[in-house]
């Protein structure tokens, strides 16, 4: 981390005394726990794809005491009609959760359990371990978007749940502060970059692209087609919980300002088109549209996903069904673009049934955004308006431009929204019933693979 922003800094020109404050970006789901007073971690990272939680998980889902806590919640929602009961109301644990992976550690890693008896041990996210390391371990705190990714925070009341703390026997002393996404964190060790730089931001990745794609205005909406997709629909200062797909989050907190988000994710989306090219199914990524395009068709070849752990499945794995000998590459090819954007639709649909705000811009980024096939068919399925930046990296851009608010070196968002550049926008061009037999192929083929 510290080699790569010292060596890109050196690659362009500038020097390190010139920065006028630094923003963090980082994946959200991965976290880690340490002694306070010696700063030693007591086990490696624990990312979000770690399974040693699942008998836990399984355990806890079928107990009588989270029926009860259904129950109880139904109720409270129904009598008060406050969406701050809906969420308990069906709730399910996953192997996803960092709540039932730090559960895991305190029952199975002796040292972080004895520490917390003694207030001395604390849990981070990749944000707050660095932030705690580039500062020498001189500050300790994480931001509103950060922590209510683990789903430990509650973002109704803006803090660490006490409630599921006591249920899953977690110490909530453990917790960093929680601070504004925007805001000065202290400044690095002078010895790590030869000047004390600034740490003017941190947030987590997916809300840091919202803020990059300039997505400030309720409706406004982002995906991100990374290694997995993400949906996220700019809520305003409006929290809305709901069943199913979708999960709320503050996309980012500063000073009075309060921004939610609601987000819906899908797997396999990346993950998908680096396994075809690992097994050569193409020699570059870039070909893969023109592939797709060759064929009018996938002559009913579906790609099941199922190459990323699956929480509600551990045991999933991905599929092809509807293979002939007459299936090629490019059908092959096709299946899996098609699955991504038969995903966007079901995702999309739910947004809109769900969420109860009129939906504004669509602006896309990540990786897979530069697939036009992709981004062209779920255009078309959505019958919606996409737009795609110059710039798909849109996680370090939104760390930066919180970095730059806070240190005073943009004033407002505006400046922000005329730094903007789009490289293409992608408008219907079919009409998505032209894709129903398919799309019905492949949700025929999805109630197939379940629990394989």
């Known amino acids: 981390f510290v080699i790569v922003i010292y060596f890109r800094f050196l690659a362009a020109g500038l020097h390190m005394r010139q920065i006028a404050g630094l923003g963090i970006s980082t994946q959200r789901g991965t976290f880690i726990t340490w002694h306070k007073r010696t700063g030693k971690p007591f086990h490696n990272f624990i990312s979000w794809q770690d399974l040693r939680s699942a008998e836990l998980v399984n355990s806890w889902n079928n107990s009588l005491l989270l029926k009860v806590i259904h129950v109880i919640f139904t109720v409270l929602h129904f009598l008060t009609g406050n969406d701050r009961y809906l969420a308990p109301s069906f709730l399910t644990f996953s192997t996803h959760q960092a709540s039932m992976k730090l559960s895991w550690v305190f029952k199975n890693i002796h040292e972080a359990e004895e520490a917390a008896k003694k207030n001395n041990c604390c849990f981070g996210t990749v944000d707050t371990w660095l ?62 970059f030869g000047v004390p730089i600034p740490i003017m931001a941190m947030v987590a990745d997916q809300q840091s692209a919202m803020f990059g794609e300039c997505c400030f205005h309720p409706g406004d909406v982002k995906l991100t087609m990374g290694t997995g997709g993400f ?8 929290l ?23 987000e819906g994710s899908i797997s396999d989306v990346g ?68 699955s991504v954007a038969f995903r966007n639709k079901l995702l999309y649909d739910i947004i809109v049934k769900k969420v109860h705000i009129p939906l504004r811009t669509i602006r896309a980024d990540g990786g897979v955004s530069n697939n036009s096939f992709v981004m062209q068919m779920t255009s078309d399925l959505i019958n919606k308006k996409i737009e795609k930046p110059a710039n798909v990296e849109m996680s370090s851009l939104g760390a930066a431009f919180l970095a730059g608010l806070a240190s005073g070196f943009w004033t407002d968002k505006k400046q922000l929204k005329k730094l903007r550049r789009i490289e293409a926008v992608f408008e219907p061009q079919k009409d998505s019933e032209e894709y129903r037999p398919a799309m019905d192929a492949w949700l025929q083929a999805m109630k197939r693979s379940p629990h394989w």
């Open 240 to 262: 809305f919980a709901s069943r199913g797909s979708l999960y709320p989050l503050i996309g980012w907190k500063i000073g009075e300002e309060v921004v939610y988000l609601t």
């Open 131 to 192: 932030l705690y390391r580039l500062t020498n371990g001189s500050v300790y705190a994480t931001d509103y978007s950060n922590a209510s990714s683990t789903g430990i925070f509650e973002p109704f009341t803006k803090c660490w749940n006490p409630t599921l703390c006591n249920l899953l026997s977690i110490p909530v002393s453990i917790y960093p502060p929680v601070r504004d996404t925007s805001f000065n964190f202290g400044s690095t060790d002078a010895e790590i």
């Open 271 to 338: 993950t998908a088109v680096k396994w075809a090219l690992d097994i050569e199914l193409f020699t570059s990524v870039d070909e893969t549209a023109e592939m797709a395009q060759r064929t009018a068709d996938s002559q009913g070849v579906c790609f099941i996903p199922g190459l990323q752990v699956s929480g509600d499945d551990p045991y999933l794995c991905a599929s092809f069904m509807g293979l002939k000998p007459s299936t090629n590459r490019n059908h092959l090819v096709r299946a899996i673009l098609e």
């Open 231 to 238: 949906w996220n629909v700019n809520t305003g200062e409006h």
